[in-house]
């Protein structure tokens, strides 16, 4: 915390200090009677009684979402809902209320009323990220949602498109339902109620969009950056017979260049194939069999070619045994992929590395062989360009759990005196401090990997 001290004011003329004070007893004062209120929140009404009001009087509902821990919350409460203009721009059109997802012991009798509607709500617009704005129109009807601090500036665009007609989520929605929303339009529809978290209506919304347009057309008319979003978030839609999916395939460098985003016509070809060929290695609840995956292999190759099937059969095998728990044969065939992207000259990533290191291999092996791979992976991949604390505490968690104690508290011990060093863009106490108890296990010879292997 900064300390201020009485030389930061020495600047200040008296005349000019009793200015302001005065202008501030004035500004408190005029808050003080009501005239400074920001967002009005109604708190005594119940969710039915929301309702009526709102349809009655023809306003919008803003309904934030909060928790009594969450610090954005709090920041919302503090920065943005006590701003006069915005205030009187939300009171002038919606009903608003503060609905608390947590439950303290200090919770008064209007906030104990809504614990029922509160779970209600977070079930019905699957609420995990917090703050979340919900905005209702009159009828009750989701017309827009968000999540996350935002600043005034921010707030109040979100407000000028919640009330505008045109622009609104419950109006393209009544337009989709007429048959006279566009199809730029619909492809935002599409994407939004994905984001919404309406998925039966995401998905026939861009069923008839991917139909209407994107089939409609020629592949090389669909190469343009603002297709990507809809792509990535709807790859189930799409299957190796559509002939978007195949001039991706044959054509990538083109398409990752038109698209913007390199990489791009691998990833989505590889998912396609891999969901048409490979789909029960990640299906949920599957049990273990023995899967004809020669044969799968063979028929990939053959409409593919030996490369992709190679890169996909992993990837797929890794996933079905990661599935069943089966993790000696999950380590085996991820360790199988870094080396076959190596041996292909694929980029490989410092950062997905580590994360596959620290995730999978150092929590779930037992094999020594594999331990050693895992160490062999940090210092060629990740190590000589990126380290920092939290890579070189992977390096030495894996050392350790292979049996290198020694090299492993030194290893710790300058992760530690990195994330320590204030001249370092990954100065963080809270991070050398879990170092420091991972250094403590390892001095008393304690494990620090879960003991019980699932």
């Known amino acids: 915390m900064t300390e201020i001290s009485a030389s930061d004011f020495s600047h200040l003329k008296p005349k000019n200090m009793i200015r302001n ?8 004062l005029f808050c003080l009677n009501g005239f400074c209120q920001g967002v ?20 919008f509902i803003f309904i934030d979402v909060f928790a009594t821990w969450c610090g954005p919350c709090k920041e919302m ?24 997802m947590d439950q303290t012991e200090i919770d008064n009798d209007v906030v104990k009323s809504w614990y029922a509607r509160a779970q209600q709500l977070s079930k019905h617009y699957a609420i995990d990220v ?5 905005f209702l129109t009159p009828n009750g009807e989701l017309t827009y949602r968000d999540v996350g601090y935002k600043n005034t500036e921010q707030f109040s665009q979100i407000i ?14 009544k337009a989709f339902k007429s048959h006279t929303l566009n199809l730029e339009d619909m492809e935002w529809l599409a994407i939004t109620a994905n984001q919404f978290k309406e998925d039966s209506l995401a998905k026939i919304v861009a069923k008839e969009y991917k139909s209407r347009f994107l089939n409609a057309q020629k592949p090389s008319a669909n190469l343009i950056k603002q297709h990507v979003k809809f792509i990535l ?29 390199a990489g791009f016509s691998r990833a989505f070809t590889d998912y396609i194939i891999q969901n048409h060929f490979y789909a029960f290695s990640y299906k949920e609840n599957i049990k273990p069999q023995n899967y004809a995956w020669q044969e799968i292999f063979k028929k990939v190759k053959q409409k593919y070619d030996e490369r992709t099937a190679k890169r996909i059969e992993l990837r797929s095998k890794s996933l079905y045994y990661t599935s069943i728990k089966d993790w000696p044969n999950a380590v085996t065939y991820e360790i199988a992929q870094v080396e076959n992207n190596e041996a292909n000259h694929e980029k490989i990533s410092p950062s997905g590395i580590n994360n596959l290191v620290f995730e999978v291999i150092f929590r779930h092996a037992t094999d020594k062989p594999h331990l050693l791979k895992a160490i062999e ?7 000589p360009t990126d380290a920092s604390p939290n890579h070189i505490d992977t390096y ?14 030194i290893a710790e011990q300058m992760a530690k005196d990195k994330a320590m060093d204030k001249n370092q863009k990954w100065f963080n106490l809270q991070i050398a401090k879990d170092i420091q108890d991972v250094i403590d296990k390892m001095e008393a010879g304690k494990p620090t990997w879960e003991t019980t292997i699932n």
């Open 130 to 134: 917090l703050p979340t704005f919900i």
């Open 21 to 28: 004070i005065k202008y501030t007893l004035a500004m408190l």
């Open 233 to 261: 978030t709807f790859q189930t839609l799409f299957s190796p017979n559509d002939q978007l999916v195949q001039y991706f395939f044959k054509n990538q460098m083109m398409s990752d260049s038109a698209m913007g985003y």
């Open 160 to 173: 000028d498109d919640v009330i505008n007609p045109k622009q609104n989520y419950a109006a393209k929605i």
């Open 396 to 409: 030495a968690n894996v050392l350790y759990k292979a049996g290198r104690k020694e090299d492993a508290i």
């Open 77 to 100: 409460d503090q920065e943005v809902y006590i701003n006069d203009s915005l205030g009187r721009k939300i009171n002038d059109r919606f009903i608003s209320i503060k609905v608390q």
């Open 40 to 59: 009005n929140f109604e708190k005594n009404l119940l969710w039915p009684e929301i309702l009526k009001k709102a349809k009655k009087e023809n306003k």
């Open 377 to 383: 992976f940090m210092e060629k991949f990740v190590l």
